[in-house]
């Protein structure tokens, strides 16, 4: 991720998290990254907070604006590839920086229904043109969404 340094409060994004995703954009709240790899359609949310591990460290008005911001990932990846069940989980067993994971799951993928953490199996990257479309649009339905318009996502 190529904003890993950058940050506010002191916000430092996990390296971690970093080698295994790629920038797509801030919010008002966290950042926003691509799973580098494409098995499943797969964000990251960072709260930009320093130091803070669980959901319940954020200040009130931060967890609003976090749920929020959650559930505009969820929409965006609903309508852009339209899966059966959207997975929404914030473990950090292995890495203790607040993330949530929103990724989207179908009754064909390689471990349905099981969790995906349940299945070891090696990972598809994305080629350069893979990553830069989909950042691409999800960066589209991400500003369709903020301004109410659905329809962005389909364009």
């Not at 998290?17 to 797509?24: E, G, H, K, M, P």
Request: glycine share 4%.
């Amino acid at each position: 991720m190529d904003k890993s340094k950058e940050g506010l409060l002191g916000f430092v994004l996990d390296e971690r998290l970093a080698s295994s995703s790629f920038f797509i954009e801030d919010w008002p709240l966290c950042r926003v990254a691509l799973k580098s790899d494409r098995t499943w359609p797969w964000l990251y949310l960072v709260p930009r907070r320093d130091n803070i591990r669980e959901i319940c460290e954020l200040s009130v008005l931060d967890q609003v604006d976090f749920i929020r911001e959650v559930a505009m990932a969820q929409q965006a990846l609903q309508i852009l590839y339209k899966p059966e069940k959207i997975n929404t989980a914030a473990l950090g067993n292995m890495v203790p920086q607040l993330h949530v994971h929103v990724f989207a799951r179908y009754k064909d993928d390689r471990a349905w229904p099981q969790p995906v953490w349940a299945v070891q199996a090696a990972e598809t990257p994305y080629t350069d043109q893979e990553k830069q479309a989909e950042i691409q649009k999800l960066k589209k339905c991400f500003e369709g969404l903020r301004r109410g318009d659905k329809a962005a996502c389909h364009q």
